[in-house]
Nanobody, 124 residues
Framework: QVQLVESGGGLVQAGGSLRLSCAASGRTFSRYVMGWFRQAPGKEREFVAAISWSGGSTYYGDSVKGRFTISRDKGKNTAYLQMNSLKPEDTAVYYC?????????????????WGQGTQVTVSS
């Protein structure tokens, strides 16, 4: 069982940056693929990024490639999403996710665990 708590959301102007954090409970953090999803009002939840157990492989949704970076710190049981060059269309609730399948890539099915989400609002 994994519990995920997001933080770092807020209001930012277009072109700005934010870093989201996801603190995970449990001693097996390193054995979970970590990911981020987002959901804007009236839209379906969208895959944003995922990172492998080791941190050596990362995967991104097309809309954020080149702007967002996912990372993880095993010592702190925390995953991060660095968001740069933010656009108004990035406005959404961002959810942290974890999955025990080492081959999970984030874009093919829902993960095992979800966080409660953090709001990101980008003003124009």
């Amino acid at each position: 069982q994994v519990q995920l708590v997001e933080s770092g959301g807020g209001l930012v102007q277009a072109g700005g940056s934010l870093r989201l954090s996801c603190a995970a409970s449990g001693r097996t953090f390193s054995r979970y693929v970590m990911g981020w999803f987002r959901q804007a009002p009236g839209k379906e939840r969208e895959f944003v990024a995922a990172i492998s157990w080791s941190g050596g492989s990362t995967y991104y949704g097309d809309s954020v490639k080149g702007r967002f970076t996912i990372s993880r710190d095993k010592g702190k049981n925390t995953a991060y999403l660095q968001m740069n060059s933010l656009k108004p269309e990035d406005t959404a609730v961002y959810y942290c996710a974890a999955d025990s399948d080492p081959y999970y890539r984030g874009y093919d099915r829902s993960p095992d665990y979800w966080g409660q989400g953090t709001q990101v609002t980008v003003s124009s």
